[in-house]
């Protein structure tokens, strides 16, 4: 079955960078819509960043010009290059990827839609202290 595994998380003092790695098994990651996501305690699961099979890429407003989503095709692994880290960046991270039948790949209804994205990861933990 499909697997996405994320790698990367860490503590980290705000101002600092982590790059956050999101592996993909039975899953070609250059095929469908694939998405980063973070959930904060108390509070809901949030789109942070997504690309679409054609490369085109999403943002949440609040990382725009910081963090960066890129994909790797030949190690068949996503990314999420984060800097000038803040504390209210602290979450869990979850990879996630949609079946890439769905809308021939694009990030189509909603790039950020929890819902549309059928396979995630188990996530792992961002913490930025100040």
């Known amino acids: 079955q499909v697997q996405v595994v994320e790698s990367g998380g860490g503590s980290v003092q705000s101002g600092r960078s982590l790059r956050l790695s999101c592996a993909a098994s039975?899953?070609?990651?250059?095929?469908?819509?694939m998405g980063w996501f973070r959930q904060a305690p108390g509070k809901e699961r949030e789109g942070v960043a997504a690309?679409?099979?054609?490369?085109?890429?999403y943002y949440l407003d609040s990382v725009k010009g910081r963090f960066a989503i890129s994909r790797d095709n030949a190690k068949n692994t996503l990314y999420l290059q984060m800097n000038s880290l803040t504390p209210e960046d602290t979450a869990m991270y979850y990879c996630?990827?949609?079946?890439?039948?769905?809308?021939?790949?694009?990030?189509?209804?909603?790039?950020?839609?929890?819902?549309?994205?059928?396979?995630w990861g188990q996530g792992t933990q961002v913490t930025v202290s100040s």
């Open positions: 690309i679409a099979s054609d490369g085109s890429s």
């Open positions: 996630a990827a949609r079946d890439p039948a769905h809308y021939a790949g694009r990030c189509l209804f909603g790039w950020n839609t929890v819902a549309l994205f059928g396979y």
């Open positions: 039975r899953y070609t990651i250059r095929s469908g819509c």
